[in-house]
């Protein structure tokens, strides 16, 4: 059976430290296959990490996965193994940026607290758990070391909540957050089919966004070719968001959105 590890991160290319922790996981377990989702997201954003995870694990094979986006390193959060219900183990900080992706893969089984420094590169540097704690529990994991050696089991109630935000909802309207915004300027929402059904929006119906202090009227589509080159878009995308954009353009930039800002998505 192949020993599949993936690896998510924050460290991006330029450094050592995405080689060194698979250097830490190949003294462990040589024949780990190691799949990097990737190691670009940007520095200490969680809510990216949480949903490129949503949008990866449910397409990687079982197994053991391993996100490292950690602005509190070293300080009291927890480094935890959560166990889910398809048979993955997921192994990073307690900060909740597994927790969109669990009810992808079957939800939360276990969950332990790593505390054994059996398991761990000793002395543990207070700025590189990545190396010290993370790394190794992958590698032990894919040896096939059971989770409750790690450290104590603890209650799944008591993780920390996922870093995306839920829709607040009314007959009529979304009130959204962008949580994303992808390299072609295409905004995620943090909101997906089941909420666009509380509002009974239907494809090619036209919707109102208040987004900026401003108002615009644009069309619920299946793709981008839907509408016209330029002309912009709100749609479903691949993993489930709803999201807005400009066919072959960029939307974040004509509309002079980031991160964080509010989208209401009303029914026209």
């Given at each position: 059976m192949r020993k599949?590890?993936?690896?998510?991160?924050?460290?991006?290319?330029?450094?050592?430290?995405?080689?060194?922790?698979?250097?830490?996981?190949?003294?462990?377990?040589?024949?780990?296959?190691?799949?990097?989702i990737t190691h670009q997201i940007p520095s200490f954003n969680l809510k990216k990490a949480a949903v490129e995870l949503l949008s990866?694990?449910?397409?990687?094979?079982?197994?053991?996965?391993?996100?490292?986006v950690d602005p509190g390193v070293g300080t009291k959060r927890r480094p935890i193994v959560i166990e889910t219900g398809r048979g993955?183990?997921?192994?990073?900080?307690?900060?909740?940026?597994?927790?969109?992706a669990v009810d992808k893969?079957?939800?939360?089984?276990?969950?332990?607290?790593?505390?054994?420094?059996?398991?761990?590169?000793?002395?543990?540097?207070?700025?590189f758990n990545g190396r010290d704690i993370f790394a190794p529990?992958?590698?032990?994991?894919?040896?096939?070391?059971?989770p409750d050696k790690f450290g104590p089991e603890i209650e799944k109630t008591?993780?920390?909540?996922?870093?995306?935000?839920?829709?607040?909802?009314?007959?009529?309207?979304?009130?959204?957050?962008?949580?994303?915004?992808?390299?072609?300027?295409?905004?995620?929402?943090?909101?997906?089919?089941?909420?666009?059904?509380?509002?009974?929006?239907e494809y090619g119906r036209k919707i109102k966004l208040k987004l900026n202090?401003?108002?615009?009227?644009?069309?619920?589509?299946?793709?981008?070719?839907?509408?016209?080159?330029?002309e912009p878009a709100a749609l479903i995308d691949s993993s489930g968001f709803v999201c807005l954009a400009l066919n072959q353009g960029n939307f974040s930039l004509k509309f002079n959105l980031k991160t964080g800002d509010r989208v209401d998505i009303i029914k026209n």
């Open positions: 599949i590890i993936t690896f998510l991160s924050d460290f991006g290319l330029e450094d050592e430290w995405v080689g060194v922790c698979k250097g830490v996981i190949l003294n462990i377990v040589p024949d780990a296959v190691i799949v990097d990866a694990l449910p397409f990687m094979p079982i197994g053991i996965h391993l996100a490292v993955d183990f997921l192994v990073g900080p307690d900060n909740g940026i597994f927790l969109p893969i079957g939800g939360i089984n276990k969950v332990f607290w790593i505390t054994n420094e059996e398991f761990m590169n000793v002395p543990v540097s207070q700025t529990a992958a590698g032990h994991l894919a040896r096939g070391i059971s008591t993780i920390e909540t996922s870093p995306i935000l839920p829709v607040v909802s009314s007959l009529e309207t979304l009130k959204c957050e962008i949580i994303d915004i992808d390299k072609f300027g295409t905004i995620r929402l943090n909101c997906g089919f089941d909420d666009i059904n509380k509002i009974a929006l202090g401003n108002e615009l009227l644009i069309d619920f589509v299946k793709t981008f070719g839907d509408v016209g080159i330029g």
